[in-house]
């Protein structure tokens, strides 16, 4: 039987999104009943950017980068970026979701993941503190979205 597997490779074009600084950047938004949340950045040397390996914690600058775009997600991705992660929402149509992506120098958005199954946790770490606020919104939005499921919802009497 011949194998079905040929040498290792990618399974699309590397894609170059980072601006003239030379950081990749990753944008995490959360999507609950329709709406995007931002919930971190991570800004990286290497294009395999994960929040972990990003190297945030030893540094002020990239911490405070982020502190900036959670404070005000549409300065730092433009109107157009907003509105294109709402169409998003829109199209995944989940009650809960979340996209990983990077921004073009352009603008456009590159995808890297979007799926129900994106992580939200309170930060203990000292100098990520400044992240609970977004986690706090977002889980404020998942009980206000499930309280409205529920509304009206009885218990079938067996």
Not at 34 to 60: E, F, K, N, Q
Not at 122 to 140: C, K, S
Request: proline share 6%; with cysteine.
């Amino acid at each position: 039987m011949r194998s079905c597997v040929t040498d290792p490779g990618y399974v699309t074009a590397f894609i170059d999104y980072r601006p003239p600084d030379g950081w990749f950047r990753k944008y995490r938004f959360i999507f609950v009943d329709g709406c995007p949340y931002p919930y971190h950045l991570a800004i990286s040397r290497d294009w395999l950017v994960h929040y972990w390996t990003a190297g945030m914690a030893g540094d002020r600058a990239r911490q405070a980068e982020e502190q900036r775009f959670l404070a005000d997600p549409e300065a730092e991705l433009g109107t157009s970026g907003v509105t294109a992660l709402r169409a998003i929402a829109a199209r995944m149509a989940l009650d809960f979701g979340g996209i990983d992506f990077g921004m073009m120098p352009d603008g456009r958005i590159v995808v890297f993941e979007a799926n129900a199954t994106m992580l939200v946790h309170p930060e203990l770490a000292p100098h990520f503190a400044y992240r609970n606020h977004a986690v706090t919104a977002i889980q404020q939005a998942f009980r206000t979205m499930l309280a409205s499921r529920l509304k009206g919802w009885r218990r079938d009497p067996a």
